[in-house]
């Protein structure tokens, strides 16, 4: 699945790309200004997840989007942006059939579970609309129910330039339509700067993020705090002022790299 910063997304077979020559093959057709800003591999069990810099994002399914038969075509839209906005991180989620109502009482029971783990108050969640879907939903899930979406959860991470970052959970971005203008993914204030990036990541994974000042810091991604989608979260790196983070890794288990964030994905290397 091919991803640029303008939005537009491509589905192409691996076979497309075979027989590639030293001197480098045409991938895709770009628009002026446009570029191509990742590209993942995907099965039709599969979500995609773009999110832009202003804190927006949208998830749908991988089948959205066509099988392209050549390299040199241009592609369909993924999200429709606003204007100045630009896509800045495609991931590939898992994809769960559930039902609006289970997915909101999940969240809702799953939230006050990690809540009287924490001694955390109750948080927002999602935007305001969904806010009020969560507040008025009746409907509990059962035992097991609840099992086979908490075994089936991912933890998306979002981070912005001022050093801000919080996990939320998979459920909370809610399948659509692709081409659509999406939902928060991020609130985005002068105080936080823009989304940098957004990426699933696992409970015993670590980050290294950079700014452009020359300095870094490598966290456990467990010490993150798991909260609403359209919250800012909390300082995850403290930035000097007029330093900003541009680049975002994910580090695995035994220091293996998933290439997931926004630098350059070098197996753990630095």
Do not use: W
């Amino acid at each position: 699945m091919f991803a640029t910063t303008k939005g537009t997304v491509r589905r192409n077979k691996l076979s497309d790309f075979v027989d590639v020559r030293r001197s480098g093959i045409i991938a895709m057709k770009l628009a002026e200004g446009e570029g191509i800003l990742d590209v993942q591999i995907c099965t039709e069990m599969d979500d995609v997840l773009l999110t832009t810099a202003a804190g927006h994002c949208i998830r749908f399914p991988v089948t959205d989007v066509r099988v392209f038969s050549g390299r040199t075509s241009m592609g369909v839209r993924g999200i429709n942006l606003a204007d100045g906005d630009r896509v800045i991180s495609q991931s590939i989620l898992r994809h769960m059939d559930v039902s609006s109502e289970e997915r909101i009482a999940y969240l809702k029971r799953a939230g006050a579970v990690r809540r009287g783990q924490n001694g955390d108050e109750l948080e927002a969640v999602a935007d305001a609309d969904e806010a009020q879907e969560v507040a008025a939903s009746t409907m509990e899930l059962g035992e097991q129910r609840y099992v086979e979406l908490s075994a089936a959860e991912q933890f998306v991470l979002t981070l912005s330039e001022q050093g801000f970052g919080k996990r939320s959970s998979s459920f909370e971005y809610r399948t659509t339509g692709r081409g659509g203008k999406g939902i928060t993914a991020m609130s985005v204030t002068g105080k936080t700067g823009e989304v940098v990036a957004s990426f699933p990541v696992e409970e015993s994974d670590q980050i290294m993020l950079v700014t452009d000042g020359g300095k870094l810091i490598r966290t456990s991604v467990s010490g993150i705090r798991i909260a609403g989608r359209s919250t800012q979260g909390v300082i995850v790196f403290d930035t000097a002022e007029g330093e900003k983070v541009v680049s975002v890794e994910r580090i695995g288990e035994e220091g293996d790299d998933s290439g997931n964030g926004n630098g350059n994905g070098n197996g753990g290397t630095v």
